[in-house]
């Protein structure tokens, strides 16, 4: 038997033959597009990756012996400073991805990038893509940080609707990320790419404008220095502070 397809009603309208269509946005206006900004934070920065981040990119990738973190990533760790400047200049002219460097406002080192792609103005949607967090910042606030100032900028700043994130569907880290940040499974695509010769199926998640309020006040409650103790850890975990879930 055929599983039956569930319509969801939730923010739909009917029209004169009682069909039902998607929310009407009579006031509605393409967004403005992504640029080249700084975006600051108080543990970390957001800049347009640059040649000039490549050094510290490349000694903090190297700052482990093997390349567990470039398994799910699209291509492998690179072996020399030359590749790796090859790498930086050719992300560093890309518009769409757009990419940013993650720069550690203590040590005031770049220690992983990130990037906006899927840019769509047009219809207010965007995702966040291309996350390489070096294990310099593995248990660190810039993680949080860095995605938490991007959101900001495209649903507060820019007012787009929706940022997606996806990722391997065996990508458990990014997965658990994805959903420890407040994103949304909405489903996978079942082979989807063909990733350094392996078959890939992809996971999709989503925040909206709706849900971004909520969310923004969970990742704000736990960054707040009134979260940490004397240790600089945080006393309470970012699950605590964020809304119920209504999927």
């Given at each position: 038997?055929?599983?039956?397809t569930?319509?969801?009603?939730?923010?739909?309208?009917?029209?004169?033959?009682?069909?039902?269509?998607g929310?009407?946005?009579?006031?509605?206006?393409?967004?403005?597009?992504?640029?080249?900004?700084?975006?600051?934070?108080?543990?970390?920065?957001?800049?347009?990756?640059?040649?000039?981040?490549?050094?510290?990119?490349?000694?903090a990738?190297?700052?482990i012996?093997?390349?567990?973190?470039?398994?799910?990533?699209?291509?492998?760790?690179?072996?020399?400073?030359?590749?790796?400047?090859?790498?930086?200049a050719?992300?560093?002219t890309?518009?769409?991805?757009?990419?940013?460097?993650?720069?550690?406002?203590?040590?005031?080192?770049?220690?992983?990038?990130?990037?906006?792609?899927?840019?769509?103005?047009?219809?207010?949607?965007?995702?966040?893509?291309?996350?390489?967090?070096?294990?310099?910042?593995?248990?660190?606030?810039?993680?949080?940080?860095?995605?938490?100032?991007?959101?900001?900028?495209?649903?507060?700043?820019?007012?787009?609707?929706r940022?997606?994130?996806?990722?391997?569907?065996?990508?458990?880290?990014?997965?658990?990320?994805?959903?420890r940040?407040?994103?949304?499974y909405?489903?996978?695509?079942?082979?989807?790419?063909?990733?350094?010769?392996?078959?890939?199926?992809?996971?999709?998640?989503?925040?909206?404008?709706?849900?971004?309020?909520?969310i923004?006040?969970?990742?704000?409650?736990?960054?707040?220095?009134?979260?940490?103790?004397?240790?600089?850890?945080?006393?309470?975990?970012?699950?605590?502070?964020?809304?119920?879930?209504e999927?």
């Amino acid at each position: 038997m055929k599983p039956t397809t569930q319509v969801s009603f939730k923010m739909t309208e009917l029209n004169i033959y009682g069909q039902a269509q998607g929310k009407s946005l009579p006031d509605w206006l393409p967004r403005a597009t992504i640029q080249k900004v700084v975006l600051k934070g108080s543990y970390c920065l957001l800049e347009p990756i640059d040649i000039k981040h490549s050094k510290d990119l490349f000694e903090a990738w190297h700052c482990i012996d093997d390349e567990r973190d470039w398994t799910y990533f699209h291509i492998k760790r690179p072996i020399t400073m030359r590749q790796c400047d090859h790498y930086i200049a050719s992300l560093s002219t890309s518009k769409d991805p757009l990419f940013y460097s993650v720069i550690n406002q203590s040590s005031g080192k770049a220690v992983g990038f990130v990037a906006l792609q899927r840019i769509d103005p047009e219809n207010g949607t965007i995702e966040i893509g291309w996350i390489n967090w070096s294990p310099l910042m593995k248990r660190t606030l810039c993680g949080t940080e860095a995605i938490f100032l991007l959101l900001s900028y495209v649903l507060d700043t820019l007012q787009y609707r929706r940022c997606a994130w996806k990722c391997d569907s065996l990508h458990q880290p990014a997965i658990e990320a994805a959903e420890r940040l407040g994103f949304q499974y909405e489903g996978t695509f079942r082979q989807a790419q063909v990733s350094k010769g392996h078959s890939r199926d992809t996971r999709w998640y989503s925040i909206i404008d709706g849900e971004w309020p909520g969310i923004r006040q969970a990742m704000q409650l736990w960054l707040s220095s009134n979260n940490l103790d004397e240790r600089g850890k945080q006393k309470q975990r970012l699950a605590e502070f964020m809304p119920a879930s209504e999927v």
